[in-house]
């Protein structure tokens, strides 16, 4: 066995080819991928089967410490019960080699009952529901194939496991992802995510778009300024809003964190992501489908390609090289090495591919000047701060 990287190995696995919603800004069906529509709408036992020999032969290949499944879609609650509960029942019965399995689902919640929260209970299975703010907000892009809202239904499913309780006490806070748009107010959302539905653990994330698709990303950045106020004078310690946490560490000095879908975690190959879809097949980074790009193109299967030979791929090779490569327009910027010119899928160009900088250079800006002004409000110097980011030796 190779005693090399990498030590997590993360699956996108795509267990519902289909969805019960029609987001608008979805990159699965909604930005010019026909790629899930051709496959087979659920995964099937048979591939479930090749799901775990192939993760068991991956721990002879490589020392790997934790393998990390996570439940996509379209909507992953579209796969049968009964099904979902071999696949799970399946994965955690595996011989892993010592490595720790763990199983997230990322859902909208409308299909959420107490039949399927004993599922996740049963196999400890943890859940992060997708919502984008109130009602008018989440209205904007998450409507049904009928054009209805799906408002309603999310927060009764998310009221479903987060009231779920043992002994008096809650036994499931899910956590909840928002997409931003750029009409929202950024106070507004985490008011409706912390006040109405009662979390304290979610994340926004910044949409898909690129320089085919663009967006107004002042408004963006005007929206994560007012998200980075908000958390700072909620001063709660045991809230968690990810984007903000996780950038306020790193600018404080925390060298271990990553920012997931910021920090190159390929490049040291500590971690390896890649998607599976209902068929087995095997693709780089999921939101990369809507770029057209060769790089989303099938790696192999898993039923007889190798971690190794994933590893060797020109897809993920090339996608390595994009993650490692600063764009040139970044080289003076301050922000370089906590933004590194941003997620591939926001530096792609038609035209350009994935060479220039993110197009929320702007939004990031803004957000990142909040962030470390904040810290310096909090007692961290501009000296402290200025080595954090790694550019004491800048003119
Ligand atoms: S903020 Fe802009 S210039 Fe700076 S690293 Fe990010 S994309 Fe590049």
């Known amino acids: 066995m190779k005693d090399k990287q990498p ?12 969805c019960n919603l029609n987001c608008s800004y979805c990159y699965v069906f909604n930005m ?24 068991e032969r991956s721990v002879r290949e490589y020392s790997i410490d934790v393998i990390q499944i996570d439940l996509h879609g379209g909507e992953p609650l579209m796969l049968k019960k009964e099904r979902m509960a071999v696949l799970c029942a399946l994965i955690r019965e595996g011989d892993y080699n010592g490595a720790s399995v763990q199983i997230g689902i990322q859902t909208n919640a409308t299909l959420i009952d107490e039949e399927w929260i004993e599922i996740f209970s049963r196999y400890h299975v943890s859940v992060s529901i997708s919502i984008d703010g109130p009602k008018h907000v989440n209205d904007i892009h998450r409507l049904d194939h009928q054009g209805r809202s799906s408002y309603e239904k999310t927060l009764r499913g998310y009221k479903l496991l987060s009231t779920r309780s043992t002994d008096g006490k809650k036994e499931i806070n899910a956590p909840v992802l928002s997409v931003l748009t750029p009409k929202a107010n950024g106070s507004e959302l985490f008011s409706h995510l912390y006040d109405v539905m009662g979390c304290r653990n979610f994340d926004f994330l910044l949409p898909d778009c690129n320089y085919d698709n663009p967006i107004d990303t002042a408004a963006i950045g005007r929206s994560l300024i007012e998200i980075c ?22 600018l404080a000095g925390n060298k271990k964190n990553v920012v997931l879908g910021v920090t190159n975690v390929n490049k040291n190959a500590l971690a390896l992501a890649f998607t599976v879809t209902s068929q087995g097949e095997i693709y780089v980074d999921d939101t990369l489908r809507s770029t057209h790009s060769d790089i989303f193109t099938s790696i192999g299967n898993i039923t007889h390609t190798s971690l190794e030979e994933i590893f060797a791929s020109r897809q993920l090779i090339a996608l390595n090289i994009i993650q490692d490569t600063i764009p040139r327009e970044c080289s003076e910027c301050v922000w370089r090495n906590i933004c590194a010119g941003g997620r591939p899928i926001n530096r792609y160009s038609s035209i350009d591919g994935f060479t220039g900088k993110t197009i929320y250079c702007d939004a990031m800006k803004m957000f990142l000047g909040r962030c470390a002004s904040i810290l310096n409000e909090m007692g961290v110097s501009i000296e402290e701060l200025v080595i954090n980011l790694g550019i004491e030796n800048d003119k």
Request: hydrophobic share 45%; glycine share 2%.
């Open 7 to 18: 030590k997590h190995l993360e699956i996108i696995l795509k267990v519902s080819e289909r």
């Open 32 to 55: 010019g991928s026909d790629l899930a529509l051709n496959s087979a709408p659920v995964i099937s036992r048979a591939t479930i089967n090749s799901l775990k020999n192939f993760l």
């Open 229 to 250: 106020d908000k958390w700072y004078a909620q001063n709660d310690p045991d809230c968690v809003v990810r984007i903000v946490n996780a950038h306020m560490a790193h």
